[in-house]
Nanobody
Framework: EVHLVESGGGLVQPGGSLTLSCAASGFTFSSYAMSWLRQAPGKGLEWVSR????????TYADFAKGRFTISRDNAQNTLFLQMNSLKLEDTAVYYC???????????????RGQGTQVTVSS
């Protein structure tokens, strides 16, 4: 059974930084592309960043470019999202999600974790 557990969220001031982690189990993590998604209060789910299984290919939503960095440690079955220069509008529940292929462009995310809350507030 696929199991994804996000951590690292919290309360941060505008301009601050956070690093989210996603511990994966129940599947061969190194074989699958992964994504970060988020859902802000009262809004729909939106993608933040995606990465291929080997880490060679990545993509970011426009709002994340230059501020967020996705990475993965396949030896530790862990996905990361480094978030810098956080803004009020980054407040959301952040989810990691597994694709059903090794490239993010081949399939949409099929399974996601329970999420971690990120609140940006002064």
């Amino acid at each position: 059974e696929v199991h994804l557990v996000e951590s690292g969220g919290g309360l941060v001031q505008p301009g601050g930084s956070l690093t989210l982690s996603c511990a994966a189990s129940g599947f061969t993590f190194s074989s699958y592309a992964m994504s970060w998604l988020r859902q802000a209060p009262g809004k729909g789910l939106e993608w933040v960043s995606r990465m291929n299984s080997g880490g060679s290919g990545t993509t970011y939503a426009d709002f994340a470019k230059g501020r967020f960095t996705i990475s993965r440690d396949n030896a530790q079955n862990t996905l990361f999202l480094q978030m810098n220069s956080l803004k009020l509008e980054d407040t959301a529940v952040y989810y990691c999600a597994k694709h059903d292929s090794n490239t993010y462009w081949s399939t949409s995310p099929s399974t996601r974790g329970q999420g971690t809350q990120v609140t940006v507030s002064s």
